[in-house]
């Protein structure tokens, strides 16, 4: 995967934008990214970003803000001024926050929803040396008390997948054991400190071309066409879950809805690039066009998903 390096600068005094956006941008927009450099929305970020910037002839600055699984950065956006000047750039976090946080200091509602470009379901594997080979020696296993599950964190999309395929799709409850990130996970996979991964799609594609991990499940309607060989938790005997990470690009509430169109457009443009669609073939992802409208739909159904995962599972943090 390609990495764009470097951080934005101080943000620039927004204005007002003419004529309610019509000419946007018609100054510099920053990015601010609720993650650390070289994650999944940062890496995101700066490849919409830099493309953004040639197509329109204005900086699309990447400002890193990590902290509290994307709490701090969106917290930061809530609150900026409705011009299109500042776009939070983050992931599924902001929809499963919204139930699994309760005193973030803002609510979903505090956003338009730009784009959801990107997004690649969730899953299960194992290492390709353990004896397990299928859904159903997994659920066997965990029910005979056997099974950790490694995620990138407690109240990850991962994690709250995982735990709701375990608890109530299979009413078989394992041990989670929790990552500080979704590489030092793979790597708890792979050394066998953990049975059982409970990780995007995209982290499975390396590793499952290279022979170390096979894919027991994915949490989707249909097979991952960058993984055609998992099954789906429903073609395994267990439907009743989809779920998806997403990078997203999302504006403060109240921003002209012709700057929101604008945006959304240009990204949609981005995206049906020859390169970029390569780059996003070649990191695993899933790619999505969807107008403004359908991207805010799109969102407001995803958060009562995750609203409904959160709470089935019972997991909460202050």
Not at 18 to 41: C, E, K, M, W
């Amino acid at each position: 995967m390609v990495l764009l390096a470097g951080i934005g600068a101080a943000i620039a005094a927004p204005t007002t934008c003419h004529a309610q956006g019509t000419d946007y941008p018609n100054q510099r927009v920053s990015l601010i990214v609720g993650f650390a450099v070289g994650g999944f929305a940062d890496t995101m970020a700066r490849w919409i970003a830099t493309r953004l910037g040639e197509r329109t002839g204005q900086s699309f600055v990447v400002q890193n803000m990590e902290g509290g699984g994307g709490i701090r950065a969106a917290r930061r956006v809530a609150t900026a001024p409705a011009d299109g000047t500042t776009i939070l750039v983050t992931t599924t976090s902001l929809a499963i926050n919204e139930t699994l946080v309760p005193n973030r200091g803002y609510t979903a509602a505090a956003f338009e929803a730009v784009s959801l470009p990107v997004s690649a379901p969730e899953s299960l594997s194992v290492s390709a040396k353990s004896p397990i080979k299928t859904l159903a020696d997994l659920v066997s296993d965990a029910k005979a008390g056997k099974v950790f599950m490694g995620s990138a964190g407690i109240g990850s999309g991962s994690h709250i997948a995982g735990e709701y395929f375990f608890k109530v799709l299979a009413k078989a409850p394992v041990k989670h054991i929790p990552f500080p990130g979704g590489n030092p996970a793979m790597m708890g996979l792979l050394t066998g400190d953990v049975t059982a991964l409970a990780a995007t799609a995209t982290a499975l594609v390396r590793n499952i071309k290279s022979g170390d991990v096979t894919g027991i499940g994915i949490a989707a309607a249909e097979r991952s066409p960058m993984l055609p060989s998992v099954p789906t938790f429903a073609e395994g005997g267990y439907p009743g879950l989809s779920a998806a990470s997403w990078t997203g690009f999302f504006a403060p509430a109240g921003t002209p809805e012709a700057v929101l169109t604008k945006l959304n457009s240009e990204i949609n443009a981005i995206l049906q690039e020859p390169e970029m669609a390569k780059r996003m073939e070649t990191a695993g992802l899933q790619t999505a066009i969807r107008t403004r409208a359908e991207t805010e739909k799109a969102f407001r159904a995803d958060v009562a998903n995750w609203s409904a995962l959160v709470q089935a599972v019972g997991v909460t943090q202050q």
